[in-house]
């Protein structure tokens, strides 16, 4: 059974058909990709997932279970967790406290070992993605790489099976990417299932074995990167007729 | 019967519309609360009452005079106390709370010697009436409600036709980008604010004069409740909304005075039922915007 | 050596939300509070009057401080704070007279419906935000004004009292004491009630919840992809800051030995003092310092005993000059100056008083290398800007 399964997924603003009919599945331990042109709808697809927005028509099954009408906060305690394209910590709170809010969550505060804080779990997270020595620094004073590895943390603190990382690498430095880079095959290895939103398609293809391309909400692709990347209607999107 | 409530809910509405606007308008395009509203109200009616009565002015002059007046200083209250603190909505909401008390304190130290809420009478613009399918309409109530009207029909071709009134339109949908777009968003914001505050002061007098009340110090917390009901009903910022929701809310004040058994106490009741009402039934109002997903 | 030992109670870690109170000042102004009816008792003639200043001064400081709780800290703007502190007034009240229950459990039982009506007013609130629910906020005491003149169906009037509201309640302490006992133990009741419950507020918004609260206030909706169930934590907001603001109302019932409408409108000047209410209780708070929890409390102080010391001023400089001024008058411009002032503080420093004598007290124990930088421009280490 496959670990999220999107079927027939549809969301209309007013007149703008955002998402149309959308559906895909992702495999235990996948790392999947999710490109297409600006507009595609691929944000809304993800808001729809992680239920922030509500679909007209179409399901979402998380390990078989229907979560297309669930709260976000409950979609997260099933499991899945997400980053946002642009960053959103708590700007009073310091760094550590960010992390705490999701080691305070039901599902964040399940993996607390006995003598565990869940500030102790928060400076551990930290840790894990560089960032002990900010720990008390209000999150407004952050610089933008920073706050993207913050923004990391906080979505692996709720301990999620799948992630969902909304276009990670945007605004880095190479030597940041490279970072992010080592990380999220780190993050497989380790066993995490991740779905991932990105334009940088150079570094996105490094990571994935399998792609969906959107375009204007439908889905008009679906394979390895190197199938997607020769898929005649893919380059046309991309690049425009007459090549 | 009916034939009353018809017609009284027809100029009060247009009167409650006329009120209720410049709140709306003042939100619309500078996104703050203006707790000073009400004292606008207020300021319109005592300036109103200085012209007209302790300076011996033509009703008609007085009246344009005060309400331009009322105009400049909320220009002024603007400029100088919402301007520097615009980002926090919290503070706004404070500190003009705070022009209103202090504009009350004003008020009770020029007007009101003596006791802390005087009742001060406002002079009778024009006396007489007549007959309208049966029902007495005095003069001052033909002659308010043909105003406002007239006003918010300008005030619409203004808003919708006019390049000031597109410039009002785009920094209400956006701000930064009216900056980018070359509008001067500190001076649309602080003449918005004129406008709004004339509006209301027009209505400081229009309102107690149609109705027979007198002017007190005080007077500016119930407009500013009416104006918090039409526009959580018709929805923040939309001005299609606040005219809808002051006759709702207008009609809903003389049903219960016309209809309801001791209908008189209860009339203020309208508005704060309103707002509860639309708070468990539809709580962005009946054109407000829709919830912001990201 | 002294500027050192100062400096260890602040390090540099807080954000100026979760900024450490010197816990020397507050001691210091703890005590200044305790020796205060020592100070005014030599002053037969107006001490009582004080001490009613310096009780509404509690009074106020609790109120606010649970308004901070679910204004500044979890974001939910309330304007009509009122409604809790009138509950709880009127609870008293009412369970005193119609049931003749000793002071102290009428007390105790203004806390419950406070509470209770925290969720009642608290469930459909979740369903609006920023400044609909402000607006909003400000009608639920009005509304419960208006129903408390409704004779038919329920005969709400009779049991609230109308316009004269529920009097002749018994003090917290009567037989055997006079007057001016009854005040001073007034006095440190309302000290203890403040205290108490200030450390319990500053506990919570320190504490993990606390944090949850501040990441609702930031930005709900990450908040919610962060696994919290923010309308839980709302609601819960909105019992904590009910729980003490009808407390404070409570204790005021049995202050005044009645409730009455005012405790649930927007309060004000009256005689000099500053009676609790919706409006006032916003201005102390971010006069204080909106966040802080102990910002409103200073706040408060400061705006209760405020007028007093105005009029004073006023009425000396005005008999200086010959101005003739009547009582009257002088109230008049003491409240003019007052207001602006306020407004004044407010908006040239939004922070609040609070944060302004902590950063001047920051600014007196600095060290000289940190001096220079900040008169540089305030960049912190690595170039960063400081707040």
């Known amino acids: ?243 | 019967m009916l034939e009353d409530l018809i017609v009284n809910g027809a100029m009060l509405g247009a009167l409650y519309a006329l009120l209720a606007l410049g709140f709306t308008l003042i939100y619309g395009v500078a996104k703050i609360l203006n707790l000073s509203h009400g004292a606008f109200y207020m300021l319109g009616a005592y300036l109103f009452y200085a012209f007209a009565t302790m300076a011996q002015l033509e009703p008609f002059l007085a009246l344009i005079l005060a309400i331009i007046l009322v105009g400049f200083i909320g220009a002024i209250i603007y400029r100088l106390f919402v301007s520097p603190i615009i980002e926090s909505e919290v503070i706004v909401m404070v500190v003009t709370l705070g022009a209103a008390l202090i504009l009350q304190y004003l008020v009770m130290m020029l007007f009101a010697k003596g006791g802390a809420i005087e009742h001060t009478p406002l002079p009778r613009l024009l006396s007489g009436g007549l007959y309208f399918i049966g029902v007495w309409m005095p003069l001052p109530k033909i002659l308010a409600f043909a105003v406002s009207f007239s006003l918010l029909a300008m005030l619409w071709i203004f808003i919708s036709k006019s390049k000031t009134g597109g410039a009002m339109r785009a920094m209400a949908q956006d701000r930064e980008a009216a900056m980018l777009m070359g509008i001067n968003t500190e001076r649309l914001c602080m003449l918005t604010m004129a406008l709004s505050a004339t509006l209301a002061a027009l209505a400081g007098v229009l309102i107690p004069t149609s109705m027979y009340t007198d002017a007190k110090p005080d007077m500016w917390m119930e407009p500013l409740i009416i104006s918090f009901a039409v526009v959580i009903l018709g929805g923040l910022g939309s001005i299609k909304g606040s005219l809808v929701g002051a006759f709702i809310i207008a009609y809903a004040e003389q049903f219960v005075l016309l209809f309801l058994v001791g209908g008189e106490s209860l009339s203020g009741t309208a508005s704060l039922a309103v707002m509860v009402l639309v708070l468990l039934l539809r709580p962005k109002g009946l054109f407000g915007k829709r919830v912001e997903m990201e | 050596m002294v500027t050192r030992y100062l400096r260890r109670f602040y390090t540099s870690f807080a954000t100026y939300i979760l900024d450490i109170p010197p816990r020397l000042l507050a001691l210091l102004l703890f005590l200044l509070a305790l020796s205060v009816p020592l100070l005014l008792a030599g002053n037969v003639k107006g001490g009582d009057y004080y001490l009613r200043i310096f009780i509404l001064a509690n009074v106020n400081a609790l109120f606010a401080a649970s308004w901070d709780i679910l204004v500044g800290r979890a974001g939910q703007i309330s304007l009509g704070h009122a409604l809790f502190f009138g509950i709880g007034a009127y609870s008293s009240a009412i369970f005193a007279t119609s049931f003749g229950l000793p002071p102290w459990i009428t007390l105790a039982l203004s806390v419950p419906f406070g509470v209770l009506v925290a969720f009642l007013v608290g469930f459909p609130s979740m369903r609006v935000r920023g400044p609909y629910l402000a607006l909003v906020s400000l009608a639920f005491p009005l509304i419960l004004i208006r129903l408390s003149w409704l004779e038919s169906p329920i005969n709400i009037k009779a049991v609230m009292g109308g316009d004269f509201g529920v009097q002749g309640i018994p003090k917290l302490i009567s037989n055997g004491y006079t007057p001016l006992q009854v005040r001073i133990f007034e006095y440190y009741f309302s000290l203890l009630l403040l205290c108490v419950g200030s450390i319990v507020l500053y506990k919570i918004a320190r504490s993990k919840t606390g944090i949850v609260f501040v990441s609702i206030l930031d930005d709900e909706l990450a908040s919610k992809a962060s696994g919290i169930n923010t309308t839980k934590y709302k609601l819960l907001a909105f019992a904590i800051s009910a729980f003490f603001a009808s407390l404070a109302g409570g204790f005021y019932a049995h202050f005044m030995t009645g409730a009455d409408l005012s405790t649930l409108l927007f309060g004000g000047p009256s005689k000099g003092l500053i009676v609790p209410g919706s409006f006032t209780v916003v201005i102390m708070t971010i006069f204080g310092g909106i966040g802080t929890i102990y910002g409103p409390i200073v706040g408060a102080y400061i705006l209760s005993l405020l007028p007093l010391l105005l009029y004073k001023i006023i009425d000396v400089l005005s008999s200086l000059a010959n101005l003739g001024l009547s009582i009257a008058d002088i109230w008049n411009w003491t409240f003019l100056i007052y207001i602006v002032s306020v407004v004044g503080f407010v908006v040239a420093w939004q922070k609040g008083i609070a944060a302004y004598v902590v950063e001047k007290l920051d600014e007196l124990t600095e060290t000289e290398e940190i001096r220079k930088d900040r008169r540089k421009g305030k960049k912190g280490k690595k170039g960063k800007k400081r707040i």
């Open chain 1, 1 to 243: 059974m496959p670990l999220l399964e999107v079927e027939k997924l549809t969301k209309r603003f007013g007149g703008l058909t955002a998402v149309n009919n959308v559906s895909f599945d992702v495999d235990e331990g996948e790392i999947v990709g999710l490109i297409g042109p600006n507009g595609a709808g691929k944000t809304t697809l993800f808001n729809l997932i992680t239920g922030f927005l509500e679909p007209d028509s179409g399901t979402v099954k998380f390990k078989g279970e229907d979560i297309t009408k669930l709260e976000p906060h409950q979609i997260v305690n099933k499991g899945i967790a997400r980053t946002f394209q642009v960053v959103r910590p708590f700007r009073h709170l310091p760094a550590i406290a960010n992390i705490i809010v999701s080691c305070v969550s039901p599902r964040g505060a399940r993996k607390l070992e006995w003598l565990k804080s869940p500030a102790r779990k928060a400076l551990d997270m930290l840790e894990l993605v560089g960032l002990s020595e900010m720990m008390f620094e209000p999150a407004e004073n952050l610089a933008h790489g920073d706050l993207k590895r913050l923004e990391m943390a906080k979505a692996l603190a709720t301990e999620p099976d799948l992630l969902l990382l909304d276009e990670p690498f945007s605004g880095l430095n190479p030597i940041e990417t490279d970072y992010l880079t080592k990380s999220i095959q780190r993050l497989h290895l380790d066993g995490y299932t991740m779905v991932i939103v990105e334009h940088k398609l150079h570094e996105l293809m490094k990571l994935v074995r399998r792609v969906v391309v959107l375009h204007y909400g439908e889905k008009i692709a679906e394979g390895s990167p190197k199938e997607v990347s020769q898929d005649k209607k893919v380059i046309e999107v991309y690049m425009g007729r007459g090549i």
